[in-house]
């Protein structure tokens, strides 16, 4: 615990009766929701206020409870903003696949080579707006827009290591609309209609859930018995990350 001034033991009794009512608010909200009453757009806008309200809750009572007597809760809300209800429409008539994925140029001459290799068995692989400075055995730049229009992005996604490209994260939205774009619509600006209110679902890849996962493993093969030394015995915290 630090020097600071401590939480009382009423104040921390104070925030999980706090927590508490805060849960019995989001059961209710869930319920209300599940059997009708209400309208559907407000049900869910009710679930989602009470879904906040729940994770500030257990967010002060956490830290509280840390202060006062260095123990935290065992329960994690993922971190990052609060993702949006959903206010799309019930029966999609079309939808959009928004995709990203990062890399690093982890190899620069290996990319360099594969780059070189595709351009020596088609010739026409490359930009000719490239211009004859920037080939693609000698400009990452060239390399790169070899590689992506050789190759369809899942390919390269299986296949990164040998081009030399290391993953980041990655994150895929399927998102709904009532009507299809018109041909061309969106080309200008592709990305821009990735509404996260119209997100049916949406699938997230990032080292960091990882490193979460071994940081747990570590303390727990550290400090078996949950800790006696008035360490921390759970790194998640309740609205943390």
């Not at 967010?59 to 935290?72: G, K, S, T």
């Not at 290799?117 to 693609?136: F, Y």
């Amino acid at each position: 615990m630090s020097d600071a001034a401590q939480p009382t033991a009423a104040e921390v009794r104070a925030s999980a009766e706090a927590l508490k009512s805060a849960l019995d608010r989001h059961l209710a909200a869930i319920e209300r929701r599940a059997y009708g009453t209400g309208a559907e757009a407000d049900a869910d806008t009710e679930v989602y206020a009470a879904f906040n309200e729940l994770a500030s809750a257990g967010e002060a009572y956490d830290a509280l409870l840390y202060d006062a007597y260095d123990e935290v809760t065992p329960f994690e809300i993922p971190s990052g903003e609060s993702r949006p209800p959903y206010l799309g429409p019930d029966e999609p008539g079309a939808l959009s696949v928004y995709m990203r994925r990062d890399y690093t140029v982890g190899e620069p001459l290996r990319l360099l080579a594969q780059a070189q290799r595709i351009t020596d068995l088609d010739p026409d692989a490359v930009d000719p707006s490239q211009g004859e400075e920037e080939t693609p055995g000698s400009s990452v730049h060239a390399a790169l827009g070899v590689l992506f229009g050789e190759f369809e992005p899942d390919e390269i996604a299986t296949r990164h290591k040998e081009f030399g490209l290391e993953e980041g994260d990655s994150t895929v939205w399927v998102v709904a609309d009532e009507e299809p774009a018109e041909p061309g619509e969106w080309l200008d600006a592709p990305f821009d209609a990735a509404d996260p209110e119209r997100v049916i679902c949406r699938y997230d890849i990032s080292s960091v859930f990882d490193e979460d996962d071994a940081e747990r493993a570590v303390r727990a093969a550290e400090d078996p018995d949950g800790g006696e030394d008035g360490t921390r015995r759970d790194g998640a915290r309740l609205g943390a990350g």
